[in-house]
């Protein structure tokens, strides 16, 4: 059964990490566009609060992970399967990196050791960042690891995998805290972002028992979000903490909504979501090349001195640009590329 509304929630996801980082090519190129504002000049919690796409896609990859593989013990065909969802279109982008790296002018650095781990998505250290080569794809690093970990699970046991998982995120953070080691792995391992992928897998657990949730439940939640929206808006020193703090518990309560109540579970989505869900992951991983364009061409063409366009607007239409982009990069690389991996990989 594929739920649509987690399509919806995927490509809603993609939006909201793209319009935040357009917002931070405005704050770079602020005064070659004529930004004046403060709320133009610094990243700002009302902006930053965007990044709760990521714990969206974090929460969504552990309820797939658990609900696509209750009912398997293959550990060759999860592999294969995993492989074919984040790789081949990686590839494509480290590409596209590359060649804007070498491209004059540009501040990108190749170095062939860097964009080799990159690729492969090993962590490591590269002038003390633990970001790869395309830096957005320092989400997929934990991907990498959950999915990893998750694989383990599946060949030791089929009815507790999620309790065994649960309990070995927990001690490798642990003995990634006491632990004093240089490693980039330990680094990943002590970030807490790793249990939102857990809390997923629970969520697909009690998905699969049946669970539902009423109205007044769902009101409950809406309050729990909005008040923690408030605090995360109006007390700086909640977004300065780890995101299962500052903005995974609102994720939570939108996650749960969609899936636990049944009359936003079973209602018609919109074809136009349904393809932005399809295409989230190109959008996520694609959306920043037209963002470095744009970058350069602003640095180099005071923008504002030929025309005046309100900078909302400007915020606007990159979006929508990078937005497209992404979805002309799923439309002809990416669907093209996952029905050749699953024909001739997965069989």
Request: hydrophobic letters at 55%; proline letters at 3%; glycine letters at 6%.
């Amino acid at each position: 059964m594929k739920l649509l509304t987690l399509q919806f929630l995927r490509g809603i996801a993609a939006v909201v990490v793209v319009a935040y980082h357009v917002h931070g090519l405005i704050i770079k190129r602020a005064s070659e566009l004529g930004a004046d504002h403060p709320f133009w000049l610094a990243e700002n919690q009302f902006v930053k609060i965007g990044a709760i796409g990521v714990d969206v896609f974090f929460v969504l990859s552990g309820f797939i992970i658990f609900y696509t593989s209750r009912h398997s013990s293959d550990l060759w065909l999860y592999i294969k399967k995993r492989a074919v969802r984040i790789y081949p279109i990686w590839f494509v982008a480290i590409f596209f990196m590359g060649v804007i790296a070498i491209l004059p002018g540009t501040s990108a650095v190749f170095e062939w050791k860097h964009v080799l781990y990159s690729l492969l998505l090993i962590p490591h250290y590269t002038d003390g960042s633990l970001a790869p080569f395309l830096k957005i794809g320092w989400t997929l690093n934990y991907e990498i690891l959950f999915y990893s970990l998750f694989g383990i699970c599946l060949i030791i046991t089929k009815n507790k995998r999620l309790e065994l998982i649960t309990g070995i995120i927990a001690l490798l953070w642990i003995i990634s805290g006491i632990v004093n080691s240089n490693l980039a792995l330990f680094a990943l391992l002590q970030n807490p972002i790793l249990f939102e992928f857990v809390v997923g897998g629970w969520l697909a657990r009690f998905y699969l028992a049946g669970f539902t949730i009423t109205k007044m439940q769902v009101y409950a939640l809406l309050l729990i979000a909005l008040i923690w929206l408030s605090l995360f808006f109006y007390s700086t020193w909640l977004w300065h903490y780890t995101s299962l703090i500052s903005r995974a518990p609102i994720a939570i309560s939108i996650f749960v909504i969609a899936v636990f109540y049944c009359p936003i579970r079973d209602c018609k989505v919109p074809n136009l979501f349904i393809y932005l869900g399809d295409a989230s992951y190109s959008i996520y991983l694609f959306h920043m090349f037209p963002i470095m364009v744009l970058s350069g061409v602003f640095k180099k063409i005071p923008i504002v001195e030929f025309i005046n366009i309100p900078i909302v607007i400007v915020w606007g239409v990159i979006t929508l640009i990078s937005i497209l982009f992404g979805c002309i990069v799923y439309s002809l690389v990416e669907r093209n590329l996952n029905l050749y991996m699953k024909r001739f990989v997965i069989k």
